[in-house]
C-alpha cells in the first residue's frame, strides 16, 4: 500500500581548467557566497554561519516540502522535462518512436476530463476478480497475477545478482505488506506518529467510501491491524544493514515445506519465474505470512487486497481518489497544496517510461564535452582515494592491497546509457490508466527476463534526466546522470575551491561508498566476502562505531537525535567525501596558493562552497519522517558533522577550544 520513501544520494560533476586545455582560457567569474552571518561564528555552527541569513528568507512553495539543493534540485529539473513533453505531445511522431510514446503517455495523463468521467470504472474488474476470491490460494492467485501488472501487496519479490555469486541473476523476497511508512510507525505513540497514524486510517475509511462499501471505518481498522501484525515480524531499517543478514537462499521444495499455506512452486509458476532456489531475505516476515493467512478470516485478507488494489492505482484513477491519497500525503509530507497536474505528470512519464524521455533530454540540454570531463575528474578522485588507502595508519599491507583492487575495479557510468533500455508498449494518448499498467506490466517482464542470465552491466538504475547518483555494492559501479550538471555544484565558471568544495565533496563521497559499514562487506566482483584481515576489519567497526555515537547525539526540532546506526554508511562516506576531495583540491594551483576571493582564502571558500551545496530548508513533518526513515543525515549536519572531525577546516577558519562544534584532535574521528 501507500509507502513514501525517500532515497536521495546526490552527486554532481565539474571540470577544472587546469585538467582540460580547452578551458584554461575561460573567463573565471568569482562565486559571491553572501548572506554569511559573521554574529555565528564558524565553530559554532558552519552551516549556519553560511545558510541561516538564506534559511530565514527562503519560501517553500505550497506544492513542495522543502526548496533549495540536493534533491530539491529536480524541480527545476523537472521545468526542462516539461518542455520537451509540452512540445512531443502536440506533434504527431512515428508509431513507436521515443517521442510519440513519452508524448502520448503525457498527453493521455494530461485529459484529466477522460479520467474523471471514467471513475472508478478502470479498477472495476480488479475488484470483481477480489470479490469472487473463495479459498486461500486463490488469495495468492490474485497475488501473483497483479504482482506482474505492478500492483504489489503481500509478497515483494526483485530479480538483482546473488550475493554469493555476483555473476548471476537470482530472485529476492523482500518483507513488504505495510502502508505506512516504516514499520516503527505501527508501535509509536509519538503524537506527531499517531497523526500519520489516523490519516492512514481516514484514507483507508475514503477509499472503501469511494467504491461502495458500507462499515468502511470497521474495514479500515481491520486492514491496520493486519499490517501491524505483519510489520511485527520486519526487521528495522538498522537491522537490515547488515548485509549478511538479509541473505538465506532456500531451495524451493525447502520453502514450501516450512510454509504450509504459500504454495510457492504455484506461485513461482504464475509469476512466470523458473527458479529451484529464493534468495529470502527477511524470513521472519514469509513466515508470519504464512501462519496469518491461516488465522486471519478470508473475508478480511479481501479487505485487504481490496484496500491495497485501490492504494495502488489511486494516483491514476478519478480526483477523488488522488484527493485521498494527498490527504494522506500531506500529513507524512507537511506538503498543503496538491502539484499541478502537469507536474505530476513530468514525474509520472521520467518515473515509468525515462529511458525514452532521457534521449529527447540528452539531445537537447547535454553538453557532450562534460561527459569526458566528468570521466577525467572521477579517475582523478579515483587516484586520491588510492593515496588515502596507502597512507592509512590503521590497515595492513594485505588488506591495502584487497582495498585498492576494488577501488580501480569500479565502472563507472556518466551522462547517459551506452545501450539504451527499450519499452516493448502500445502508448495510446486516449487511455492513461491502461497506458500506466501496460508501462507496469512491460517493466516487470523486462526484470523476469533477467533472471537466471548475468547481470546487464550496460543498465542504469535511474534516469539520465534525474538530479542524483549512486554507488552500486553488486555491480561495483557509480553512476553519474547527465541530469546532475548544474549550479551549485557544476559551475565551469568558478575556481577550483568552489568546485571542489562543492561536488568534489561527493565524488569523493560516493567512492567512500565502496568502503563503509555496507559496501565493504562487497568484494571487487561484488560479492559479499570478507576481504579483510580480522584485526583489520575489528578496527573498521570501531571507527564506524565512534561515528554512529557520534552521530547519535546530533538533534533536528531542538529534541529529535539521529539514528547513527541508519546513517552511519552515508556519514562515514560524507566524512570521507570531504577528505579526498580537499586532498584533491590541494594538488592544484589554487590548492597551493593563498591568494583571496572575496575576502577569503582558497581553503576557506573550499569549505564555504561544502556549507552551500547543503543549502537545504525542509517543512518540518517531512524532515521527521526523513530522519525516521532515510539513510541520509539532514543537510545541517551533512556539513557540521564532517567538518568538526576534519583538521584542515579548524585551520582555516581558526576554530578554538569551546566553541559550539569543536572537537580535540583526538575526538576528531578519521576512516578513510
Known sequence: MKSFFYFFIVLFLFSSCKENNDTATLERTPVVFDGINDSIKPGDNFFNHVNKTWMDNAVIADDQVGVGSYRFLNIPQQKLLKNILGEVSQEEHPKGSVEQMVGDFYASGMDTTSINKRGITPIQPILDRIDAIDNVPSV??????????????????????????????????????????????????????????????????????????????????????????????????????????????????????????????????????????????????????????????????KLYLQANSISSHDGILSKPFQDAAFEYSKVVSGQSVQQSRAKQMVRRVDGQIGFALGQLYVKRYFNEDAKKRALDLVNNFQKTLEKRIENLDWMSDSTKVKAKEKLFAIKKKIGYPD??????????????????????????????????????????????????????????????????????????????????????????????????????????????????????????????????????????????????????????????????????????????????IGGYTPDQRFFLSIARIWRVKMREAFLRNYVATDPHSPPMWRVNGPLMNFTPFYDAFDVQEGEQNFRSKEERIKIW
Open 140 to 301: 495468492l492467485d490474485f497475488v501473483a497475477t497483479q504482482l506482474k501488472s505492478g500492483d504489489y501487496s503481500m509478497i515483494g519479490p526483485s530479480i538483482s545478482p546473488d550475493q554469493k555469486n555476483s555473476t548471476i541473476n537470482i530472485l529476492h523476497l523482500h518483507q513488504t505488506g505495510l502502508g505506512l511508512p516504516d514499520r516503527d510507525y505501527y508501535f509509536s505513540d509519538d503524537p506527531s506518529v499517531k497523526e500519520i497514524q489516523d490519516a492512514y486510517k481516514t484514507y483507508l475509511t475514503t477509499i472503501f467510501e469511494l467504491v461502495g462499501n458500507n462499515n468502511a471505518a470497521a474495514q479500515a481498522e481491520t486492514i491496520y491491524e493486519i499490517e501491524k501484525q505483519l510489520a511485527e515480524s520486519h526487521k528495522t531499517r538498522i537491522e537490515r544493514r547488515v548485509v549478511s543478514e538479509n541473505y538465506h537462499k532456500m531451495s524451493v521444495s525447502d520453502l514450501d515445506e516450512g510454509h504450509k499455506n504459500i504454495d510457492w512452486q504455484v506461485m513461482l509458476n504464475t509469476l512466470g519465474a523458473k527458479t529451484d532456489s529464493i534468495n529470502v531475505r527477511q524470513p521472519a516476515y514469509y513466515d508470519t505470512l504464512d501462519r496469518l493467512l491461516a488465522e486471519i478470516p478470508l473475508q478480511d485478507w
Open 419 to 596: 545501450v539504451w533500455r527499450t519499452y516493448d508498449v502500445d502508448i495510446n494518448r486516449n487511455t492513461f490508466f491502461e497506458n500506466v499498467v501496460t508501462l507496469r506490466k512491460d517493466a516487470y517482464e523486462y526484470q523476469l527476463k533477467q533472471l537466471n542470465q548475468p547481470p546487464n552491466r550496460d543498465e542504469w538504475g535511474t534516469t539520465p534526466s534525474t538530479v542524483t547518483a549512486y554507488y552500486n555494492p553488486s555491480l561495483n559501479e557509480i553512476v553519474f546522470p547527465a541530469g546532475i550538471l548544474q549550479a551549485p555544484y557544476f559551475d565551469l565558471y568558478a575556481d577550483d575551491a568552489v568546485n571542489y568544495g562543492g561536488i568534489g565533496m561527493v565524488i569523493g563521497h560516493e567512492f567512500t561508498h565502496a568502503f563503509d559499514d555496507q559496501g565493504a562487506q562487497y568484494d571487487k566482483d561484488g560479492n559479499v566476502t570478507n576481504w579483510w584481515t580480522e584485526e583489520d576489519y575489528t578496527k573498521f567497526k570501531a571507527k564506524t562505531q565512534q561515528i554512529i555515537d557520534q552521530y547519535g547525539t546530533f538533534t533536528v526540532l531542538d529534541s529529535i537525535h539521529l539514528k547513527g546506526a541508519l546513517t552511519v554508511g552515508e556519514n562515514t562516506a560524507d566524512n570521507g567525501g570531504i577528505a579526498i576531495a580537499y586532498d584533491a583540491f590541494k594538488l592544484t594551483e589554487q590548492g597551493q596558493d593563498t591568494t583571496k
